[in-house]
């Protein structure tokens, strides 16, 4: 168990994480923190963020733990099941997400029990870092918005830039960038307006139209954050990768004949 105070949340491992965490935090990067307001006081409710770096879980994870509400990752079961990481899970109250269920409901059972208990959940509707070329948010994956359906708890946007820069998404080089210093910015938005959509079936149009309204909320608050327009269509990996496949399969025609046409030549020759 997580040995949770009951008020906050924050059990022996999860402060045990903080002590670990927090100082090299504190020591290599500043930080702006923005919205604190807008987290609830008590209540389940659940966060959406954008993902743009393998070390921005820890600066958005920093930032909530601050607010007094700690986040509860959503994270695949086989990693709670054994050794210290399953130990470190389950103690700190991270939510397994048992992604072999046939019912999409019940792979989101713990999230859902968490939020009825009163818990912050956090969900990265991206489900992995974004491929956008320039860092911002992607489609998302309809998870969240079936728990918010689910549960009608309060929807946080929160958008976070800074620690892209110090390890970027997908670098060819894994080199940490510390110096310059960076700042580690995490904004939280009001609460996402989902009552027009309470009372309706979950079907896949209405899990796809209540993603996109929370991935607009996240790109809205990280274009505040940057100064800058975001793109007006949001990347896609999905339709990309079908995009560069179709060209591939078009181009290998060509290929293939630009090859046949020495071997054709020199046969000739040799008939001559």
């Known amino acids: 168990m997580s040995r949770s105070d009951g008020k906050t949340g924050k059990g022996f491992w999860y402060r045990l994480a903080a002590v670990l965490a927090k100082p090299p935090l504190v020591l290599f990067f500043r930080r702006d923190w923005r919205g604190m307001e807008h987290m609830p006081a008590d209540g389940g409710f659940i966060t959406v963020v954008n993902h743009n770096s393998a070390l921005d879980p820890l600066s958005y994870a920093h930032y909530q733990y601050n607010t007094g509400r700690v ?9 709670f099941k054994s050794g210290f990481v399953g130990t470190v899970m ?25 939020i009825e208990r009163g818990e912050c959940v956090a969900f990265y509707p991206e489900g992995t870092l974004t491929r956008d070329p320039e860092h911002w948010p992607m489609v998302g994956k309809t998870g969240a918005a079936r728990v918010a359906l689910l549960t009608k708890a309060p929807v946080i946007p929160v958008a976070q830039w800074g620690a892209n820069l110090a390890v970027p998404p997908y670098a060819k080089q894994k080199k940490l960038r510390l110096f310059p210093r960076k700042t580690l910015t995490v904004q939280a938005g ?7 959509y309470h009372g309706k079936e979950p079907t896949a149009e209405v ?40 060209s591939r399969q078009q181009r290998l025609p060509q290929q293939q004949g630009r090859a046949a046409a020495p071997a054709e030549a020199a046969e000739g020759e040799k008939n001559a």
């Open 71 to 79: 986040p509860r990752f959503l994270a695949k079961d086989s990693l």
């Open 90 to 114: 389950r103690g700190t109250g991270q939510i397994p997400v048992y992604r072999d269920s046939t019912d999409a409901v019940d792979a989101f059972r713990a999230a859902v029990a968490a």
């Open 190 to 196: 009001p609460p996402i307006d989902l009552s027009r």
């Open 207 to 246: 899990l796809r139209e209540v993603t996109d309204v929370m991935m607009d909320a996240i790109t809205e608050q990280l274009a505040v954050i940057r100064g800058e327009a975001p793109p007006a269509e949001r990347y896609d990996h999905r339709k990309v990768a079908t995009r560069r496949r179709e």
